[in-house]
Each structure stands twice: as structure tokens, then as C-alpha cells.
């Protein structure tokens, strides 16, 4: 059974039956007031090395995803010209830029008391991974309060952590704010990406792979998709597992893997559903 269907159904349930509707910042492209129902510190956890989280309920654009992924961690962009993709747009000015979010924030250099150069958090990782991976210091956050007021918008997906046991890289991602029908929900788009990401991580530092968690501080259901979501219900988990795999032969540089590089085994989607409105 697809386990990202499972969960994906189970929180559906959890958050829907939520009294409590709260009414938001964020704002409908009409200009409308958008309202919420949520719940706290949702949790998933998979082992990749036997399933990918990728739901079936909804066909989901997986290599989209990864292109996303790596425009932040990769090429530590915060202009949507460099993506080709308009899921940014909304928050993009005239120019294309974020501002001081995202890959700005993953693209900077630090000196650090564990590797002998300055370089970029991700970086940072990389060389722990290879030289030290018992290390307890492996992160990549985005979190930077000092420059909060020059982003386009507050990291929703903000720190990753990793833990190498075994031989097995482990990685859990943090999440503040998760639209649960469009991005945050198991098995769509942030769980897609950064489970990706994690496949590459331990690809190229020769290690196997080996759990992916993802918490998120406030899943929420927004008012305009909860139609949708109740449709979803109705469909019932997927019997073959999605598993997800690196091609023969891929690089085993990070920064020149692509979303190309990847191979994604048993995925049957049950449904299309496009169009879903995500405010801002």
C-alpha cells in the first residue's frame, strides 16, 4: 500500500474535522480574506530506501518539484527567471526576485569551526558527510531574522537536519506553514523534493539511504480547496509503492545533478486536478 496516500488521507481527515476556522494573512487573488482549518505538528516518516512519498490522489509534477529544490540549494537563486516555472510569480517583483529569501539565504558563506574553508551550508554538509558523518552539526537552515523584512516572503519550508547511522543517511525537514492541498500535504510537493534531495545528498557522499521525516508546525486545509480535498477522500489508497532512483551512471558532483537524473519507479496516478489556487 502507498503509504503517502495513507497519511495524506488520514491528515485530510484530521484537519477537516477542525471547529475551529481561523481567518489568515494571506489573501485570495481577488483580494478576498482567506480562512483555515489546521492542525499542529503533523508528522510522516518513510524509509526511501524501500518507498517514495509520492501520493496518487492527485498526479503530481515530481520533476517540477526537484527543478524547484535545486534552484534554492544548488544554484542558490532567489530570481524566478533562473526556475522557469510560475509558481513563484506572485511574490516576484518586476525583475523576477524574491529578495533576500530562499536562495539568498541557502547561497551564503560561512566560516565554520569543522571545515577548513568558507562555504555554503549545503556544502558544509557535503564534506561532514565525507569526513566526519558521526557529526551532530549536520543543518541547513534559511531562518535569518536579521533580514526577515527583505524577503518576499518568510521561509515556509526553513531547516533540514541530517544524521548519518548505520550507513544510512537519515534527514528530517521543518516546516512552519504547510498548505496542505497544494504543497504540504504526504506525498506532494515538499515531501517529493527534499526526499529527491536526500537521494542526491547520499549519492554523491557514497552512503545508503535510509529515513525521511517531515514535521510541519501548522498543516492547514484553506477554505477554497476543501471541496477538492473532500473529493479526494473518496479515493482509497494505491496498492503498488512509488520508489524513487538516481539513474545509472549519474554524477556524483551535487551541483550538476538535475531532475532529469531521476527515476521514478510504480507512480499511477489516480486523478488530475490542476488549477488549485494558492494565496498569497
Same mark, same amino acid.
Given at each position: 500500500?502507498?503509504?503517502?496516500? !495513507?497519511?495524506? !488521507?488520514?491528515?485530510?481527515?484530521?484537519?477537516?474535522?477542525?471547529?475551529?476556522?481561523?481567518?489568515?494573512?494571506? %489573501?485570495?487573488?481577488?483580494?478576498?480574506? #482567506? /480562512?483555515?482549518?489546521a492542525?499542529?505538528?503533523?508528522?510522516?516518516?518513510?524509509?526511501?530506501?524501500?518507498?517514495? +512519498?509520492?501520493?496518487?490522489?492527485?498526479?503530481?509534477?515530481?520533476?517540477?518539484?526537484?527543478?524547484?529544490?535545486?534552484?534554492?540549494?544548488? /544554484?542558490?537563486?532567489?530570481?524566478?527567471?533562473?526556475?522557469?516555472? /510560475?509558481?513563484?510569480?506572485?511574490?516576484?517583483? @518586476? #525583475?523576477?526576485?524574491?529578495?533576500?529569501?530562499y536562495?539568498?539565504? $541557502?547561497?551564503?558563506?560561512?566560516?565554520?569551526?569543522?571545515? +577548513?574553508?568558507?562555504?555554503?551550508?549545503?556544502?558544509?554538509? !557535503? *564534506?561532514?558527510?565525507?569526513?566526519?558523518? $558521526?557529526?551532530?552539526?549536520?543543518?541547513?537552515?534559511?531562518?535569518?531574522?536579521?533580514?526577515?523584512?527583505? %524577503?518576499?516572503?518568510?521561509?515556509?519550508?526553513?531547516?533540514m537536519?541530517?544524521?548519518?547511522?548505520?550507513?544510512? !543517511?537519515?534527514?528530517?525537514?521543518?516546516?512552519?506553514?504547510?498548505?496542505?492541498?497544494? $504543497?504540504?500535504?504526504?506525498g506532494?510537493?515538499?515531501?517529493?523534493?527534499?526526499?529527491a534531495?536526500?537521494?542526491?545528498?547520499?549519492?554523491?557522499?557514497?552512503?545508503?539511504?535510509?529515513?525521511?521525516?517531515?514535521?510541519?508546525?501548522?498543516?492547514?486545509? *484553506?477554505?477554497?480547496?476543501? #471541496?477538492?480535498?473532500?473529493?479526494m477522500?473518496?479515493? /482509497?489508497?494505491?496498492?503498488?509503492? +512509488?520508489?524513487?532512483?538516481?539513474?545509472?551512471?549519474?554524477?556524483?558532483?551535487?551541483? %550538476?545533478?538535475?531532475?532529469?537524473?531521476? @527515476?521514478?519507479?510504480?507512480?499511477? +496516478?489516480? #486523478?488530475?486536478?490542476?488549477?488549485?489556487?494558492?494565496?498569497?
Amino acid at each position: 500500500m502507498n503509504k503517502a496516500d !495513507l497519511y495524506f !488521507l488520514v491528515q485530510a481527515k484530521r484537519i477537516l474535522k477542525q471547529e475551529t476556522e481561523q481567518e489568515t494573512r494571506a %489573501k485570495w487573488a481577488d483580494g478576498s480574506k #482567506t /480562512k483555515t482549518k489546521a492542525i499542529f505538528a503533523a508528522l510522516t516518516r518513510f524509509d526511501l530506501s524501500k518507498e517514495f +512519498p509520492i501520493t496518487t490522489l492527485r498526479k503530481q509534477y515530481w520533476k517540477s518539484a526537484i527543478k524547484e529544490v535545486f534552484w534554492i540549494h544548488q /544554484k542558490y537563486s532567489n530570481n524566478t527567471k533562473d526556475l522557469g516555472l /510560475k509558481i513563484w510569480d506572485q511574490w516576484a517583483d @518586476e #525583475t523576477g526576485s524574491i529578495k533576500k529569501a530562499y536562495g539568498y539565504q $541557502a547561497g551564503k558563506k560561512y566560516k565554520w569551526t569543522d571545515v +577548513p574553508f568558507e562555504c555554503t551550508q549545503i556544502e558544509r554538509v !557535503l *564534506y561532514l558527510l565525507k569526513k566526519d558523518p $558521526a557529526s551532530r552539526r549536520l543543518r541547513v537552515t534559511l531562518i535569518n531574522n536579521e533580514e526577515v523584512t527583505e %524577503k518576499a516572503l518568510e521561509e515556509c519550508v526553513h531547516t533540514m537536519e541530517f544524521a548519518v547511522l548505520d550507513g544510512k !543517511l537519515n534527514m528530517i525537514l521543518e516546516q512552519r506553514s504547510g498548505d496542505f492541498a497544494v $504543497a504540504a500535504g504526504s506525498g506532494n510537493w515538499n515531501e517529493i523534493q527534499f526526499s529527491a534531495l536526500q537521494i542526491a545528498l547520499a549519492h554523491c557522499s557514497d552512503l545508503k539511504i535510509g529515513e525521511f521525516a517531515h514535521v510541519t508546525t501548522n498543516l492547514h486545509i *484553506y477554505d477554497k480547496h476543501e #471541496t477538492i480535498v473532500k473529493e479526494m477522500l473518496k479515493l /482509497k489508497p494505491a496498492d503498488k509503492v +512509488p520508489f524513487m532512483k538516481l539513474k545509472e551512471g549519474t554524477t556524483k558532483d551535487f551541483f %550538476k545533478i538535475t531532475e532529469q537524473d531521476f @527515476e521514478l519507479i510504480n507512480y499511477y +496516478p489516480q #486523478t488530475e486536478i490542476k488549477d488549485l489556487e494558492v494565496a498569497g
